[in-house]
């Protein structure tokens, strides 16, 4: 299905506006005013409807609800196969439970509270149970509990609504739970029974009991989706010991894997919390000129962060590992990094970094692994005593005292992070940030604002540009899920498809080289190396950011050298004789001087192109090497009805496309259309006033242009361009309409393609890249047999691969026009590159009947030679 799907189609309404019901969530009103001031006012709508949910007689369970949104939004069906699937993914269907979206930072202990307290207040039950998944949540949970339980202006208000519980006593899980308690555990406690009178208060009584679950992805996770592998803390909650009737999930990470979860009632997510400025505001890399992890970048990036924030705090940045060995394995490489950056000691380093984990792993290889990474500070030392020592200092590293400005950890961890000063995310390695789940996560780790800064800050994500496409596509889809929709053959317009004819092609043998004597000279030409250079990352914010690299990966001039030699020796010792050391130094020294670069060391690049650049001299003679090419065969015919669909997203929409389209058709099938119905809504309220638009729906509208139906001679539903280049070609040949026969954007990938290969610029390889040839146009003619196939590019771009493109293209055509003319067709194909500066003069050679051997100014440029 080409529709990705809206978060906000997917939150479950609570349709119960009865006056019981509000008598109920609009009571305490003014307890919520109080409670949830400022910008963090949102909070007191997350708590009426999780209110309106509990108390309504409407609802007796949470199948009840989702029935009834299964058959009011359509958006549910669509994302889901079957009403029983939809519900299959809700293990706690049968009793009143739902889940709250609350952004980490959001202020998700104060709803909580709220909630808990309220249902106290009004007799709804007599208990409230709150789990979360660490004793690390459970501490911060207790502080925020008794201090609101404390406020006296809160109690006040409950007093005067006569509430049956005004002041809840907040209790830990070793103590007797009475009726008007607020018990705190963490789950781990639950499991165990040390210490614990969970079991005692709480069986048989949990039709009474409120259950507030805290960071409640924890509850649901991949492979725990049937029985037999629940975990233990969802065991508990649906356990008939117990009876739990009243339930509410709260996370700022709702996902399974990259799957939202289905019983959400309300969201304020990311990026509701980044527009009321109650979080950080993420700035990711978007380019970079180095790809490869440099602890120079982000140490870069966290100074940066020091001069930005540093004379109000102490500026933190975590980088994020997949799995806990490797957590510590890359404590110690930031150590190591620190101590020779800065040039302190170990002990100092170690006193600025600190890993966190849940545990040490207990499998032999990765505990072996820890401990080797780990470097005991005396004998009584050990990584548990240190992780434990780290947990503790966890706690008070935003409190100017700490040391702290480097925290390691995992992605997925259960101990809690309440930390503000956090201004870099590094996800380490790409498995670290590989599913919205994850990414949610970690990002969680830098969102909270800290309280003495008076704009708001952002969170550097500084991640690896190798995969940045990768996180990016996430990232927007967690801050702004994507709406994509799809285009290509309709079969309501099939009458403006037209033959299309290609050529097949397979590798050929074309000549054969044979050596009749060994190489002696050596062509040699080595990339710009340096000891240090200056590479750039822009963010997706703050835009450009200079980092100087020290690069590691270099050789000492005698030191490659002495290593030629050796491999040349280890090829054919008599050879050997012949490039002494002297020689390799001076054939090194000749290609470093001749490209102006240092001649003292050989970058470890360099060093591989010298090897290879000696390869011919052990070559044998007398042996042939064939040389491949892809030769043309047989004619083949193209169909387009048989082309695969593609698909634009929202934000690709916004950022440079464009859609084509007719007004009055229904260009989408049943998946797409209540959201193609929705940016025609914002195409009426454009016409009559643009300021009622927001932001997002008046630059969608921009994109969405509406053509007459004479003009729009395509086979397809709509027609989507993908940058300025192809809009105002796309603008033109709508206006030129009365040209064509017909005409067919085609597909970025498949369809109609033929090979070409060239060799890359700016790199030491000699050797061809084979690659598939896509053009983006091709144009049936008024009264023709002619098709002109066109290939769109930026004025001036004369790359080595556009030159290939032309001049394979050029060729392919040729062929297929006299294959063509051979078997008695009428058709006959002509070839085009245009930039935007040609298409005024291509349409108006068209018109004068001049097209045929016309050459665009980008034409000219391109053909000269590769």
Not at 437 to 455: E, F, K, S, T
Request: proline share 4%; aromatic share 10%; net charge neutral.
């Amino acid at each position: 299905m080409s529709v990705q799907f809206r978060i906000a189609d997917q939150i479950l309404r609570v349709d119960d506006s009865s006056d019981a019901t509000e008598a109920v969530v609009r009571k305490y009103d003014a307890f919520l005013n109080l409670l949830h001031r400022g910008n963090y006012a949102f909070l007191r709508d997350a708590v009426r409807e999780s209110l309106r949910f509990l108390v309504s007689p409407k609802y007796p369970d949470l199948e009840r609800l989702a029935r009834e949104n299964w058959n009011s939004r359509p958006a549910l069906t669509l994302r889901h196969d079957s009403i029983d699937a939809f519900l299959g993914k809700m293990p706690m269907r049968d009793r009143k439970a739902a889940s709250l979206d609350i952004a980490t930072g959001g202020g998700k202990s104060f709803a909580m509270y709220g909630i808990g307290a309220i249902a106290l207040a009004e007799g709804l039950v007599d208990r409230v149970l709150v789990l979360c998944p660490s004793l690390t949540i459970e501490e911060g949970l207790l502080d925020k509990f008794t201090t609101l339980a404390g406020n006296q202006e809160l109690a006040t208000i409950m007093k005067e609504l006569g509430a049956q519980v005004a002041i809840p006593a907040i209790k830990r899980g070793n103590e007797t739970i009475q009726p008007g308690d607020i018990c705190i555990e963490n789950i781990h406690a639950v499991y165990t029974n040390a210490g614990s009178s969970i079991a005692d208060s709480f069986r048989g009584h949990g039709d009474r009991t409120l259950v507030l679950n805290d960071e409640a992805h924890h509850l649901f996770s991949p492979d725990d989706t049937d029985e037999a592998s629940m975990k233990k803390w969802l065991q508990f909650l649906v356990s008939p010991d117990y009876g739990f009737r009243y339930l509410i999930h709260v996370t700022g990470t709702p996902y399974v894997g990259n799957d939202y979860f289905p019983d959400v009632i309300y969201r304020f997510g990311l990026k509701q919390a980044i527009e009321a400025k109650v979080i950080k505001k993420p700035d990711y890399i978007i380019e970079d000129t180095y790809s490869k992890h440099s602890w120079d970048k982000t140490y870069t990036v966290h100074q940066e962060n020091r001069k930005e924030y540093g004379a109000k705090l102490r500026p933190i940045s975590i980088i994020v590992t997949q799995e806990i060995a490797r957590c510590v394995e890359v404590w110690k490489e930031l150590v190591d990094y620190l101590v020779k950056k800065e040039k302190i000691s170990h002990t100092e380093a170690e006193k600025k970094v600190i890993w966190v984990t849940s545990g040490i792993p207990t499998a032999k290889t990765a505990k072996a692994r820890v401990d080797i990474a780990y470097c005991p500070r005396d004998a009584k030392d050990s990584p548990e005593k240190r992780r434990k020592e780290n947990l503790v200092a966890l706690k008070t590293v935003d409190e100017s005292t700490s040391l702290v400005e480097w925290i390691v950890s995992v992605s997925m961890l259960t101990e809690g992070w309440d930390v503000k000063n956090v201004f870099q995310v590094v996800p380490h390695e790409s498995r670290a940030f590989s599913s919205k789940l994850l990414i949610a996560q970690v990002l969680g780790r830098g969102l909270r604002v800290p309280i003495c800064l008076d704009v708001q800050p952002f969170v550097k994500v500084t991640n690896h540009e190798a995969w940045s496409v990768e996180i990016a596509n996430l990232l927007k889809e967690v801050l702004e899920v994507e709406n994509t929709l799809s285009w290509g053959y309709d079969n309501r317009r099939d009458e403006y498809v037209f033959p299309l004819h290609n050529l097949r092609y397979e590798p050929e043998q074309q000549t054969v080289e044979t050596k009749k004597e060994k190489a002696t000279d050596i062509n040699l030409t080595l990339r710009p190396q340096s000891r240090k250079s200056t590479e750039y990352s822009t963010f997706s914010e703050t835009g450009k950011l200079a980092v100087e690299i020290t690069h590691k990966d270099t050789v000492e001039i005698d030191d490659a050298v002495k290593i030629l030699r050796l491999f040349i020796r280890g090829k054919d010792e008599t050879l050997a004789d012949k490039w002494p050391k002297s020689r390799i130094k001076s054939l090194i020294e000749k290609a470093l001087k001749a490209g102006g670069y240092d001649i003292d060391f050989l970058s470890r690049e360099n060093l591989s192109l010298v090897q290879q650049a000696l390869g011919p001299l052990f070559r044998p003679v007398d042996r042939a090497h064939p040389r491949f090419g892809q030769a043309a065969k047989e004619l083949v015919s193209v169909d387009y009805r048989e082309a695969l669909r593609q698909s634009f997203s929202e934000s690709r929409l916004k950022e440079s496309g464009t859609v084509y389209h007719v007004d009055g058709e229904k260009p989408f099938p049943k998946d797409e259309a209540h959201l193609w119905e929705q940016y025609n809504k914002w195409m009426q309220i454009a016409k009559i006033d643009e300021s009622a638009l927001h932001e997002d729906a008046h630059e969608i509208v921009k994109r969405i242009h509406q053509v007459n139906l004479s003009q729009f001679k395509t086979p397809c539903n709509v027609m989507y361009a993908s940058h300025k280049p192809e809009r105002l070609f796309s603008d033109l040949l709508f206006e030129n309409s009365d040209l064509v026969e017909s005409f067919i954007k085609m597909p970025d990938r498949g369809c109609y393609s033929f090979p070409y290969s060239y060799k890359p610029a700016k790199t030491g390889k000699t050797h061809a890249v084979n690659e598939f040839f896509n053009p983006d146009f091709f144009l049936r003619l008024k009264d023709s047999h002619d098709v002109l196939a066109v290939e769109i590019k930026q004025d001036g771009d004369d790359s080595n691969r556009n030159k290939a493109k032309f001049r394979d293209g050029k060729a392919h055509f040729e062929r297929l026009n006299a294959v063509l003319k051979e078997a008695g067709e009428p058709w006959c194909y002509h070839f085009y590159f245009l930039s935007p500066d040609d298409y005024v003069g291509f349409f108006d050679q068209i018109r004068k009947g001049k097209y045929k051997g016309w050459k665009s100014g980008l034409m000219s440029d391109l053909g000269t030679a590769v």
